[in-house]
């Protein structure tokens, strides 16, 4: 159980476009995701939560014009990485949490996106 | 803010030994530590949680401790084997998970 599925598992595309990632939790109903940022060789940082129905909450330095974040249902949540450039190439993970059997905090990790921006 | 920092930054060890990692982070107001498991290019996978109130966590070869006190967490892994070639990270939850930078382990067969 609390399977959580990222698409695409990576994407390459053109600076100046826009990219969308999806997150979806499988087999429980995600009240919470989270979306992190890794480049190379660094550890995972938080970008933003959000909240089935609400707007999300960015963290410092995060820019919510170019990261949008929509979590329109108990089972989805989509990052659109807009006007994407070079320096927006990074693995993205998203994470969830809600009823799924166990704590409410505790998150299921998705397997993340490689977006390479050319 | 929380910092969150692993030493060794990366390991390698024959197999059959058994590993120690360390953590250590800032803030102790935590409700509770996560060890994940990273394989390369890939997500995350939990390992062990760890609540605040306990001092240590078991699952099979993995055991982990914490004191939350002075901002130590130690995940020791028995008997190592290849397949437990991965980056290890731990998480402190205050509010949001804050990762370390990670241990990667190689094991040699």
């Known amino acids: 159980g609390a399977v959580v599925s990222q698409h695409p598992s990576w994407v390459i595309c053109k600076s100046g476009t826009s990219v969308k990632i999806e997150c979806r939790s499988l087999d429980f109903q995600a009240t919470t995701m989270f979306w992190y940022r890794q480049f190379p060789k660094q550890s995972l940082m938080l970008m933003a939560t959000?909240?089935?129905?609400?707007?999300?909450?960015?963290e410092q330095g995060v820019e919510k014009d170019k990261f949008l974040i929509n979590h329109a249902s108990l089972t989805l949540s989509t990052l659109t990485v807009t006007s994407a450039h070079p320096e927006d190439s990074s693995f993205y993970i998203c994470s969830a949490s809600g009823l799924a059997g166990g704590p409410s905090y505790e998150q299921y990790f998705g397997p993340g996106t490689r977006l390479t921006v050319t | 803010k929380q910092e969150v920092t692993q030493i060794p930054a990366a390991l390698s060890v024959p197999e059959g030994e058994n590993l120690v990692l360390n953590c250590s982070f800032t803030?102790?107001?935590?409700?509770?530590l996560q060890w994940f498991r990273q394989d390369p290019g890939k997500g995350l996978t939990s390992l062990l949680l760890?609540?605040?109130?306990?001092r240590e966590q078991t699952s099979g070869r993995l055991n982990a401790s914490l004191d939350k006190s002075s901002g130590r967490s130690t995940l020791y892994i028995a008997a190592s084997q290849p397949g437990d070639s991965a980056t290890y990270l731990c998480a402190p939850y205050d509010y949001k998970l804050s990762f370390g930078a990670g241990t990667t382990v190689t094991v040699r067969a």
């Open positions: 760890i609540q605040s109130s306990q």
């Open positions: 959000s909240n089935e129905g609400s707007k999300a909450t960015y």
């Open positions: 803030d102790s107001a935590i409700y509770n």
